[in-house]
């Protein structure tokens, strides 16, 4: 149900844009985002946007840098990625959540069993 696309190596400093088509029904669904997973750490949120109206939700280590969105029309999400860092490396999942809340570490967390993804690597040198 939801398919990304987007991801690759970029320098540092540089931007990369992912995209990710859901092609499941938004009904009852909050949120669309992203989560990722560094190398050796556990899955994180890092960003969410409401389907409707549209509020965005960002983990603390991403907030100014990364953006997220969503396309209604072309049941899309998009997560632009500005001033990559080399801890930004692993591998991102789009996700689709019926809720969602922020951890006391400053990321997001779908509640429920959000819908994942099979992921696209982010790589940054």
């Known amino acids: 149900q939801l398919v990304e696309s987007g991801g690759g190596s970029v320098q ?4 990369l844009t992912l995209s990710c088509v859901f092609t499941g029904y938004t009904y009852g669904r909050c949120c669309m985002g992203w989560y990722r997973q560094l190398p050796g750490k556990e899955r994180e949120g890092v ?14 280590s991403v907030k100014g840098r ?9 049941n899309t999400a998009y997560l632009h990625m500005d001033n990559l ?22 990321t997001l967390k ?5 819908d994942l993804g099979q992921g696209t690597q982010v790589t940054v040198s």
Do not use: Q
């Open 12 to 15: 540092a400093g540089g931007s």
């Open 47 to 60: 960003a969410f946007v409401k389907i409707m109206p549209g509020a965005t939700y960002y983990a603390g």
């Open 66 to 74: 990364f953006t997220v969105s969503w396309d209604n029309a072309k």
């Open 85 to 106: 860092k080399l801890e930004d490396t692993g591998m991102y999942y789009c996700a689709a959540a019926d809720r969602v809340i922020r951890t006391a570490a400053d």
């Open 110 to 114: 779908a509640l429920g069993t959000p």
